[in-house]
């Protein structure tokens, strides 16, 4: 059995564009701190490097078939309940999220005021921002003592523009952001569209805020996002997950060199876990155990990319 602590999250691929990349998203929240207690906002960026909130909302809400969930209200146990559960996603994602309900999680998404754009409208009730998916090889974040405010550079191809709602219960998400698009104060009408996904959405309107997702004790839903919190803010309650980019999927045929290492480390640990279960109880030897390694290195040191 192979162990790993990452599960698979294919691309978001539309009209033959990219909108949200592979990945591989660790299974586990990571609750850090420092000297002065939880970690900040800004710091898990550099020390966990967690998924966007475009990449969540793929995992959590996109289905294989590509098509929206359907839900069913039970009217005896008064849930939802979808009505093609296999076709979920990611239903890993989906899984770490119930079993850390009270828990939040920082993303690397982060969202700032903006001022419309040449000719663009402004509806009532909305307001114009920018959401940045930050990338820690050229972006930046830093407060500027002097002024008393967080700052952000970032390159031009990480952000996009959008159109922030007011705060209320989610209608639709952007995927491009993962950041919603449109609101009701009615919970009701987010209810037909996402059943027990149904969720609640929190924005401050002034200043650079790091956005995260939570699941609240209270009645705010598995897929709350909240856009309130500075950069340097701390809460015990919200840890970050680890997110690595990933080889595409379905695409059996194809073994990169990178893939190639990370099966090999997979198979590698639960091998030696094996080892190690074998000597201690007797039944196999450590020499055993180094010719078995030296013979799966072998193995993979002759693989090639296919064609």
Known sequence: M???SYFEVPALIEDRKEIVPAVQMGMVLQFKKDKE?????VDYL?????????EERHAYFDTKSGQPMAWSYDNENKIYVPERPDDWLSPEFRQSIADTRGKGEWTSTF???RQPNAGEAVPEGYAPVTIINFNRDTDRVWLDKKAGIWRIEYASKNAVDVLEPANG??????PETGYPGKTSQNRKDAEIIFGAGTSYFYAAIDGLRAVLRAHALNANGPFYVNANYEPGNRNSNIGARSCRSSVEQGSENLATPQK???ELRAVEYSQT???????????????DAQKDARALHRKFSRLKPRK
């Open 2 to 4: 192979i162990v790993t």
């Open 37 to 41: 207690g939880a970690l900040r906002a």
């Open 46 to 54: 550099k020390r966990v490097e967690p998924p966007t909130l475009a």
């Open 111 to 113: 969202k700032q005021p």
């Open 169 to 174: 219960w989610t209608l639709s998400y952007v």
């Open 260 to 262: 190639l290492m990370y």
């Open 273 to 287: 876990l094996d080892f190690l279960q074998a000597v201690g109880n007797g039944s196999a030897s450590l020499s």
